[in-house]
């Protein structure tokens, strides 16, 4: 036997059997840089070990997938790959779900480890909980901090630092957001306004007079 043996075949430990060295996986820290066990043997171990650790066994689909679709485990359908998003984690390039069932399984995922997508929402982006948010809120007076709009909904955050600022309503939030929180452009925008905008100026007691300072066009009749 020992002179049909060479570098192009091996011994499998677990089946017994001679095997060219392409059964088995290479493994750079073995001395012949192959896998101890062969590939079926291999499989077969690692299979076994999953079902120990309580890892449910892979399913397959029944039919034969066509090129340029995928099956999806939940749902069993056999979808285009236009209906999965796509990943780099994954060899295919694609989830393993198709859209709708990965979707699902994040809204599930969410109830479950953070009890509602609310709860994930505020921790991931801003790591606060609900608990927090009503806390804030609540100092506030119920409130938006800015203009005292009831019921804000909108957490406003530094975005160089992350730390949370406060709670604001749709309009205040997104207008800190239009002027890049810069506290010099809101104070040129409130330098322009009252420059430009016509106001009403007492002339006498009870008496006043609609101006405005600085330049600034009447609408036409036909606007």
């Known amino acids: 036997m020992s002179d049909l043996r060479g570098s ?7 089946c017994g059997r001679t095997l060219p060295v392409t059964e088995f996986h290479s493994n750079v820290r073995r001395p ?7 590939k079926r043997c291999a499989a077969s171990r690692s299979e076994a070990s999953r079902r120990k650790r309580g890892v449910k066994e892979q399913r397959k689909s029944s039919e034969p ?5 995928k099956w999806c485990p939940d ?18 390039g694609y989830h393993s779900y198709c859209l709708p069932c990965h979707t699902a399984r994040g ?9 509602g997508t609310r709860e994930y929402h505020l921790r991931h982006r801003y790591g606060i909980g609900q608990a927090e948010f ?4 609540a100092e506030q007076g119920g409130v938006c901090a800015i203009c ?13 630092t992350g730390w949370v600022r406060g709670i604001l309503c749709f309009n205040c939030n997104g207008g800190l957001g239009q002027f890049r929180d810069n506290p010099v452009f809101l104070a040129e925008a409130i330098t322009y306004l009252k420059g430009t905008t016509w106001q009403w100026t007492l002339i006498h007691p009870g008496v006043y007079q609609r101006s405005s300072k600085t330049r600034g066009r009447r609408p036409s009749r036909s606007s």
């Open 107 to 115: 809204v599930e995922s969410k109830n479950r480890l953070y009890g």
């Open 32 to 38: 012949d840089g192959l896998a101890f066990y062969c």
């Open 148 to 160: 005292g709009a009831p019921d804000p909904q909108h957490v406003d955050h530094d975005h160089r």
């Open 8 to 14: 192009d075949v091996k011994d499998c430990p677990q």
């Open 65 to 69: 997938v066509p090129p340029g679709s």
């Open 134 to 137: 009503d806390e804030l809120l």
């Open 75 to 92: 749902c069993g359908l056999i979808k285009p790959l236009t209906e999965f998003a796509r990943t780099t984690s994954k060899a295919s």
